[in-house]
């Protein structure tokens, strides 16, 4: 099977981060249990999502993980012009939803596995879901790699780098935040204690606190944008124009540059809320509250010099690193202490876009470099 027929089976599986990955971990381990690889699952708690990890050759030290998440983003709202759960080469790209951010990247790698017989060292898979919402999967399986594989020489994160090491990206932690407030008509403000307004005011600080994270943050660490940001991204409340809302929750994030603490962040809110809002709310009905919980949170992925920045390297002739503004599942292995850097095909300019695509030069490219790590690690 070529890589772009992997890559068109894997893409036709709906794995929105809503829906289920099972359909598609199911089919990995028929077609790595056709080529005598075994692999093993590790579940979700209700069973209805998984990762998966596989190693191809020898039971020893020195190989290389090969790091890739299953799960892709909705195109609800979208102008897609082909269909996005099916693969569609146009002008030397590859469209679909997943093409870029991963699915080229596993499937350049799983199309490879049948060359993968002569290795004296291994090549592990280790295919994750719901990276797209926290990373809230990853960690389970990098638990279990962490005391059960051989210790490998380097982790290779697979996100779309155009094929240059990134040696950090951002953290985040994912939080919702909810405001009770107290019901009247509208033309007795006076009464009633609207939650849409009071959440308002709360997005407001969070904004200027973002606006100060900019401006105090210098701007040469390599990240762009250079500084920890917050944002929110989704806000539902009130009932109807005429009534005082009761109820107001927001859904945001702070991506933190390494070095940068959230929780002194997320600790500064808290103190907004409870000093500057809640007496205010509370002062017209005792029983309002502002209740923030975290709903995700993955690891900034700091950078450093390691043994598998150095193997990409070599294997690539390039010197040049860069740093990522989003955040992937390399800070959660570099905080198990694997070696780790990202490199993959396609450019993060593409993913989450409608009409997403990965350039066949691409595709060309991550072959090449996957196939010199083969190489290296059967020499």
């Not at 070095?259 to 500064?268: A, C, T, V, Y």
């Amino acid at each position: 099977m070529t890589a772009e027929q992997m890559i068109k089976r894997l893409v036709e599986f709906d794995t929105v981060s809503r829906e289920s990955n099972l359909p598609l971990i199911e089919y990995v381990e028929s077609y790595l249990d056709d080529l005598g690889v075994q692999s093993r699952r590790v579940a979700n708690e209700d069973g209805l999502k998984s990762n998966l990890y596989a190693t191809v050759g020898p039971e020893e030290e020195g190989g290389v993980v090969l790091s890739g998440h299953t799960d892709v983003v909705p195109v609800d709202g979208q102008d897609w012009a082909t269909d996005p759960f099916a693969l569609t080469q146009q002008g030397g790209r590859l469209h679909g939803r997943g093409t870029c951010d991963m699915k080229g990247f596993i499937g350049i790698a799983l199309a490879l596995v049948p060359e993968m017989k002569m290795l004296r060292r291994p090549v592990h898979f280790a295919l994750s879901y719901d990276e797209e919402i926290g990373c809230r999967g990853a960690p389970a399986m990098i638990n279990q790699l962490a005391t059960e594989l051989p210790a490998p020489r380097a982790v290779i994160v697979g996100e779309p780098t155009s094929m240059t090491a990134v040696t950090g990206h951002k953290g985040i932690v994912a939080l919702k935040t909810t405001v009770r407030g107290y019901e009247t008509h509208s033309s007795q403000t006076n009464r009633g204690v609207s939650a849409v307004m009071n959440a308002a005011r709360l997005v407001s600080y969070l904004g200027a606190m973002a606006e100060r994270l900019e401006k105090e943050t210098p701007s040469d660490n390599g990240f762009n944008p250079h500084h920890s940001t917050v944002h929110v991204g989704v806000i539902n409340g009130g009932t109807a124009m005429n009534i005082v809302s009761r109820h107001c929750e927001f859904v945001w994030d702070i991506r933190n540059i390494p070095g940068d603490e959230p929780q002194q962040l997320i600790d500064e809110f808290e103190v907004f809320c409870r000093d500057e809002i809640l007496p205010g709310m509370r002062s017209r009905w005792s029983d309002c509250f502002i209740c923030t919980e975290v709903i995700a949170r993955a690891p900034e992925f700091a950078p450093a010099e390691s043994a598998a920045l150095e193997l990409v390297q070599q294997l690539t002739g390039v010197a040049e690193t860069g740093r990522g503004a989003y955040v992937a599942e390399a800070g959660l292995f570099q905080a198990a202490g694997f070696p780790t850097v990202m490199c993959g095909p396609g450019s993060i300019d593409q993913a989450h876009q409608p009409n997403e695509f990965i350039s066949l030069e691409q595709v060309t490219a991550g072959e090449k470099f996957l196939r010199s790590v083969i190489e290296e690690l059967a020499s």
